[in-house]
């Protein structure tokens, strides 16, 4: 037995961790309670809330909080120049789904009713949360549909440079890549539980929807070969409300086409493809001056914005996302709100003084509920491990 008078350090590290989960059950109905006129009534609902953490160390959200939480955690999130709609976010309440194999085709599906034919409808799929009982599944993947990156032995890479050692440890782990591997080949899925460990899932065909890309003048451009996919579904961020945790909660928007056109094939360590198109033009690339790198970057980010367009699926440009994000500003503000705001993410990767974001300044402190990028997950979706339960 423990000398009386000593907290046994274990126990008494629990209790603080209980007492934050109480604060944060209590600020978090507090905010849906004051939000929404039709909740049942705060004290009761408070009572229940600690009673239940007193007895499990959690507590299980109604499905109407869960679906606030999961909408204020999107307005929250001082990363996002699409918060507009924050309303509009679907909310698949999935809590009970916590299998390996379940989440993914759970996944799977997600993919395609959140494309909706090209009609893209912001959504979110909120797997088991975590647990004292039970740590919740995490998924992988930076987001559902991600491109392969195969070192060559020249040390250059075909795909995704971002995921070459992604890439790599899954083929250690088994992955079998196409015959021919190409530049567009989609990861699978991984999908780890505490019971499974790290478990692979190829992604169905009709789950993936993709773009070829062309340009809406400059004939050469579809040749590239080049496509992207329709529907960005982050997977690896832990979604926060009230002291719950759901580390496996994947949620979409639609691309604002600077995140394709601008970063994912113009960063020189993702698909690097300005100097490419800016040969194609004819520029004369032995002069910084000429500015030969913009005047291709804008040509790439015209083919992409034309070509979602032309094939019916939702994308929006930067200078009329921007303006919508003020929009979004003063709306807040109007509702006696703080809006959290990191300039880096706001400000679009081109043009950006030519948006109305640039010129100003935001409040960035953290609120939530929100999206958290956990530093393990971060690796894992990068490096390829190590796992969570290992
Ligand atoms: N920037 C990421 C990408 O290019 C997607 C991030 C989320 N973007 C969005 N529009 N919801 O894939």
Redesign the pocket.
Known sequence: MRPTGRPDPERSAESADIEVVRAAAREFLELFHGESPRAERLGPRIAAVMREIELTGTYWHTAEELAFGARVAWRNNARCI?RLYWRSLQVRDLRTVSGAGDVAGSCFDHLQVAHNGGKIRPMISVFAPETPARPAPRIWNE?LVRYAGYEQPDGRVLGDPRYRTFTSELVQRGWQPPDVPGAFDVLPLVVETVEEGPQMFQLPRQAVHEVPLEHPELAWFAELGLRWHAV?V?SNNRLVIGGVSYPAAPF?????GT??GA??LGDSDRYALVPEIAEQMGLDTSDEATLWRDRALVELNRAVLHSFTANGVSITDHHTESRRFLIHLEREERAGRRCPADWTWIVPPLSGSQTPVFHRYYTAETQLPNYLTDPDATHRSLQGGPPAFP
């Not at 979409?252 to 604002?256: A, E, I, K, S």
């Open positions: 699409g987001q960005p982050i979409n928007g639609w691309y604002m995140e394709i970063r994912n």
